[in-house]
């Protein structure tokens, strides 16, 4: 798929701009050990994103809050970030997305600070092009960049004061409510941070996600993930470098909102991975309920799983009298 000139040109000049901000910037200990980010729609599990994309012309914004409890060598035992962020779909298979924190509390009398903008651009790759309002099912595979430009506040770990770029390789698989996902990627910082004597570089990450639903309320389901983050130069030989939780959480999505409640804990003392973490997201998202997206709502869909390709306008592949004739009907003669 082509992207438009004039994206191609913004892109651009926001990735220059980045990289002269972070070689005019001063040379400081400061990391944005967040690590977990909420998806930038409720499309994805719980801390990365699915491969399918809004839509073309399409998107949503959300807010995302989120509680983390004695992170690992940051000084502070309460801290809580707020996330606005935003997409829209480029054709059927590309998503642009913004994305802005802000620190809302620290104690040890920490003000409020806001971080660094980050832009994501998300490809579908292999998979069904999204069509309707409703994410594809079947598997699919997806590649995700990111560009953080150092523009925040640098306060209590929440930007950084240079380039960050991320690049991630995402796949999962959906039917009939149930999903599966895989996250693998790498985060490369032009510069060595040092916080509280451990050395922050390039790393790892990677996630591996299961989302199953309510038997008996279909808008709502439980999304279960384990993710991590580990140095890129020796891969969990340090347990400060490495940072592993486990997150649960309960995603309930209405017609235009969703709304996702998110619960982790720690697994390794990972220099930034808290205690405990808890966080609340939600999304504003227009939809269509065309679940294969054949133009037909799912309401008046016979077959809501199966695209139409026929004029009989059921909702089913096939016309009403072929399937008739193959379930060994005949229609009387004159």
């Not at 925040?152 to 599966?180: K, N, P």
């Amino acid at each position: 798929m082509r992207v438009p000139p004039s994206i191609g040109v913004l892109l651009a000049e926001i990735v220059i701009g980045a990289t002269l901000l972070s070689s005019a910037s001063a040379q400081s200990a400061e990391v944005d050990l967040g690590r977990v980010d909420p998806p930038m729609d409720q499309d994805g599990f719980l801390s990365f994103e699915g491969t399918a994309t809004p839509g073309s012309g399409r998107g949503n914004i959300g807010l995302h809050t989120g509680y983390a409890l004695q992170p690992a060598g940051v000084a502070v035992d309460h801290r809580v970030v707020g996330v606005a962020f935003a997409q829209v779909g480029v054709g059927g298979r590309v998503a642009i997305g913004l994305r802005v924190p802000t620190l809302l509390y620290a104690d040890e009398g920490r003000e409020r600070a806001v971080g660094d903008p980050t832009l994501v651009v998300r490809a579908r790759i292999f998979g069904r092009p999204t069509t309707s309002r409703f994410l594809p099912e079947g598997s699919g595979l997806a590649l995700r960049l990111s560009v953080r430009a150092p523009a925040g506040q640098e306060r209590a770990q929440i930007s950084e004061d240079q380039l960050v770029l991320d690049a991630h390789l995402l796949a999962d698989w959906r039917a009939l409510g149930f999903g599966f996902g895989l996250m693998a990627g790498w985060r490369f910082r032009p510069e060595r941070r040092e916080v509280a004597g451990v050395g922050i570089d390039d790393e790892l990450h990677f996630g591996l996600a299961l989302e199953l639903p309510f038997p008996f309320y279909a808008a709502m389901s439980f999304p279960l993930e384990v993710r991590g983050a580990i140095d890129a130069s020796a891969p969990f030989a340090r347990s400060r470098q490495t940072a592993v939780e486990g997150l649960l959480g309960i995603r309930l999505r209405l017609p235009r909102v969703a709304l996702t409640l998110l619960l982790g804990r720690r697994h390794s003392p990972g220099l930034g991975n808290p205690r405990v973490r808890a966080t609340l997201t939600l999304t504003w998202k227009p939809r269509v309920w065309d679940l294969d997206g054949d133009g037909i709502r799912d309401r008046r869909d016979s077959c809501p799983h199966e695209p139409e390709d026929s004029l009989d306008r059921d909702g089913c592949p096939g016309s009403s009298l072929a399937r008739s004739r193959a379930d060994g009907f005949t229609p009387d003669r004159p």
